[in-house]
Structures are given as structure tokens and as C-alpha cells.
């Protein structure tokens, strides 16, 4: 064998293996959990915020609320396996009680969904007071899950972060 | 004829009392119209514990103590069932109970002084128009000397002049309408402005958020300032928020500020809301970062 081809062919070796480590590395960092469960979150307030600034300044962009309604519907129905694995140390606000009661707190995720479900019917029916009243139920229903599984705002890592402290 | 003039009279009689009763009704529909401006008297219901509306009970956590709200419904004994017009007005505008002792200003009499008679009369009617029920007032859990009435009344001598609200000639009528439901109906002040060492509001940083909120909760910056407060609100967003707990985020509100929108804010009229949210706006802005008391 020529030195050469052992040179490359350790080359290659190595860029294989290195390539399977991570193929199969079982454990990405915990932060990742945190970052995705906030960037799905942020999704469903994009959502909410979209459909509040159309009713709110009364945007000719009615026929777009079932869609964000839906968009809703369907990431809500991602909230369970967003928080399956337990990540509770570093910048969340999620609290511990998620892992004590999950199926409370799947239950709360699925009235979200519900709830976000309905909107979008009461959009494409095209009833702007029954829509008003629908954000409102919805928004309470992400408010019920809350209330019950993230940190208050005195709480919040943002807060700490802040230089507030605990 | 005398037949005729029976009748006569019989209708007049009816009348009258058809009128009296509609007044009576209009009275009541306008005093629950109060109650919802005010965002709903929540503290005077223990949702936690079970408790029935407006019965009290509730644990109110300030640096002093905990105090327990009290039964405003019309049961005789243990509500306030045997307050004529004038005790009632004189506990809300004066902080006083009929037996002339002082409230302790959990009670948030120090706004509520700036409502109308005519305002204060009405929420006493619709009060009244409600099932009593029977729960008796309990004490406060407070350091003493805090829990004593004396106390109460130390400190309203220092603190606290019974004031009505003033309409201000240089504003228009929307910006008075704001100022008056805001500083005195809704008593915004009462979370939203920081304390005093003894507890009293700091009015030159009024509605510029506070630390030591109700329940121990944060009361965030209601002014125009863009970097602590909300002045990145639009006009939109802030009646918006008072109807639906929506924040411009696409958050929403949390603890105390969202049942006093489910039970008031929501339901007041959108010109008032304008008007609240026109006040809000016209306040200096005032830098006053947040943080939590350790």
C-alpha cells in the first residue's frame, strides 16, 4: 500500500467515524429542549398577536384569522411531545410540576387546541362578535395551563437575567 | 265619577310604582356597570378557597401582614346589610366604618374617595340586589402593631385626605372620563404605583409600576416609557388588553390583572376603555425598572 492511500484512507477513517459519533450521539445539550419548547411557544403567540393586531386595528385581513387559528390548533397539538423530556435547570420558565402531572397538563394543552379549533370554525363562519368571544376563551385557556405550569413574570429567568436576582 | 276618580288615582298609583321600580332597576343595572369598572370587586372573593362572590375571605399579602377581605354582600350580620347610604359612603370616600373606626388601606378606599356619590350610591344598590351571604369577616395575620385598628387610623392621619376627583378645565372631557375612571374607579394606582416604607402611594411615580403588588405580585410600568413601561403600546393595544387580556406579544395577562379583566375590564364600554387608555398615554413617562424584593 502506498503511503499516500494510508494517509487517505486514515482520512476517511476518521471522517466516518467522526460522522457516526454524531449520527449517534443519544443526548443533544438539555438548553435545546428549552430553546425548541420556546420557539413553539413563540409560534402560538406570533399566532395570537397576528389575529389580536387584525381584530384590534380592524385589518382587512379577516379571512386570514381561520388560518392563524388553525396554525394554533396544530402547533398546540405539539405541546405534549415538546415537553416530554425533563429540562427544568437553565433560562425556562417551565415548572417542575409539568413532569408531576402530565397528564393535567396534556389535558390543558389539548382544551388550547380545542379551544383554537373552535376559533377557526367561528373564523370561516365569518361572525365577528362570536370571534372576538372565541379569542378571548382561547387566550384563557393558554392562560389556565399558565397559571399552572410556568414560572410568574416575578419569577421569571428573564427577571433574573435582568440582574433582579432571587 | 268618585268611581272614575278612584281609577284614576289607582292608575297614578301604579305608575308611580312602575317608575319607581324601573328607576330602581336603572339604578341597579348602573351600579353593576360601577362594580365592572372597578374590575369587578375580585378581592372580595376567595376563589382559591371556595368562597361565594363578594363574600370575602380572601388572604391579601402586603409587607404588613396578611389581611382577609371582607363580606360586601348584604347579609345583616356578617356583610353589610345594615349600611345605610351614608355609612356606605363614608367607607368608601373616607375609609371609615360605621362605628367611626378606620379601614386599613388594603381596603383601597385612598382611590376610591375620588368616586360620585352618584356612582357610589348605585354600586351600593346593585350590592344590595344580591344574595346575602352568611360568612363572618376574619382578622388580619399581621405584625403588630399592624393589625390593630389604631394603626389604621395613624395611619390615615398621616396619610390619607378624604379628595374628590377634580376634572381638570385644560383637558377635554375623554382625558377627565380616563382620569377619573382610572385613578379612582379602577384604582389602577393601588397595584401599579410603588409604596412608601409605610405604605403609602408614592405619587410622584404614580402608575410607574410597583414591586409589592397585591399577593406579593409584580405590577408592571403602566407609563409611556419605552424601555420599563409601555410606551411601545399602541392606543389599540391598550384597550384591546383591558378586553381581552391580550398583550401585543401575544401573551397574556396573568394572576390579578386577569380576573379583574374577566370580571370587569372586559365588560366596560369601549368610549370608557378609550378614555382610560387616552389617560395612560398623556402620562409623563417614568423610568422604573422592576425588580423583584428579595
Request: charged share 25%; hydrophobic share 40%; glycine share 10%.
Amino acid at each position: 500500500m502506498k503511503p499516500r492511500c494510508t494517509a487517505l484512507c486514515l482520512f476517511a477513517g476518521i471522517a466516518i467515524g467522526a460522522g457516526s459519533a454524531r449520527a449517534a450521539d443519544p443526548a443533544p445539550p438539555p438548553e435545546a429542549s428549552i430553546k425548541y419548547r420556546q420557539a413553539l411557544m413563540s409560534a402560538i403567540g406570533g399566532d395570537m398577536a397576528a389575529i389580536g393586531n387584525i381584530l384590534k386595528y380592524g385589518l382587512p385581513l379577516r379571512q386570514n384569522i381561520a388560518t392563524h387559528a388553525e396554525n394554533i390548533e396544530r402547533s398546540a397539538a405539539l405541546i405534549p411531545s415538546a415537553f416530554e423530556t425533563k429540562v427544568v435547570d437553565g433560562l425556562t420558565d417551565a415548572k417542575p410540576a409539568i413532569w408531576e402531572k402530565p397528564a393535567d397538563f396534556k389535558k390543558k394543552a389539548e382544551a388550547m387546541r380545542d379551544q383554537a379549533k373552535k376559533l377557526a370554525e367561528l373564523a370561516k363562519a365569518g361572525d365577528p362578535e362570536a370571534v372576538g368571544k372565541q379569542m378571548k376563551a382561547l387566550g384563557g385557556a393558554c392562560g389556565d395551563c399558565h397559571d399552572d405550569y410556568r414560572k410568574p413574570k416575578e419569577e421569571s429567568y428573564k427577571r433574573r437575567a435582568g440582574g433582579g436576582g432571587d | 265619577m268618585r268611581r272614575a276618580a278612584r281609577a284614576a288615582l289607582a292608575i297614578a298609583f301604579l305608575l308611580e310604582g312602575a317608575a319607581r321600580a324601573d328607576g330602581a332597576a336603572d339604578r341597579i343595572a348602573r351600579g353593576r356597570a360601577v362594580l365592572e369598572a372597578s374590575g369587578g370587586c375580585t378581592c372580595h372573593t376567595d376563589f382559591e378557597g371556595g368562597g361565594e362572590p363578594l363574600a370575602g375571605g380572601r388572604p391579601l399579602a402586603t409587607p404588613f401582614g396578611v389581611f382577609y377581605s371582607t363580606n360586601i354582600t348584604p347579609d345583616l350580620e356578617t356583610g353589610i346589610g345594615r349600611f345605610g347610604d351614608a355609612d356606605f359612603l363614608r367607607a368608601m370616600r373616607e375609609g371609615r366604618a360605621p362605628d367611626g373606626s378606620a379601614y386599613f388601606p388594603v381596603f383601597p378606599y385612598t382611590s376610591f374617595t375620588g368616586m360620585s356619590d352618584d356612582d357610589l350610591l348605585a354600586l351600593k344598590a346593585y350590592l344590595f340586589s344580591l344574595p346575602p351571604v352568611r360568612r363572618a369577616n376574619r382578622p388580619p395575620d399581621a405584625w403588630p402593631p399592624f393589625g390593630w385598628r389604631i394603626s389604621a387610623a395613624a395611619w390615615q392621619w398621616l396619610h390619607f385626605a378624604p379628595t374628590r376627583f377634580e376634572a381638570d378645565p385644560a383637558r377635554d372631557a375623554t382625558w377627565n372620563r380616563g382620569a377619573y375612571l382610572a385613578t379612582a374607579v379602577a384604582h389602577c394606582g393601588e397595584c401599579h404605583t410603588p409604596r412608601g416604607p409605610t405604605g403609602a402611594l408614592d405619587r410622584s411615580r404614580w402608575l410607574a409600576g410597583s414591586e409589592q403588588g397585591p399577593e406579593g405580585q409584580l405590577a408592571p410600568n403602566l407609563t409611556p416609557d419605552r424601555e420599563t413601561g409601555i410606551g411601545d403600546w399602541t392606543h389599540a393595544d391598550r384597550v384591546w388588553f383591558l378586553q381581552t387580556g391580550g398583550k401585543p406579544d401575544g401573551d397574556e395577562a396573568q394572576d390579578l390583572m386577569r380576573e379583574v379583566i374577566e370580571h370587569g375590564y372586559q365588560h366596560v364600554p369601549a368610549a370608557d376603555l378609550d378614555a382610560i387608555a387616552f389617560y395612560l398615554e398623556s402620562l409623563a413617562p417614568v423610568r422604573n425598572k422592576l425588580e423583584r424584593k428579595r
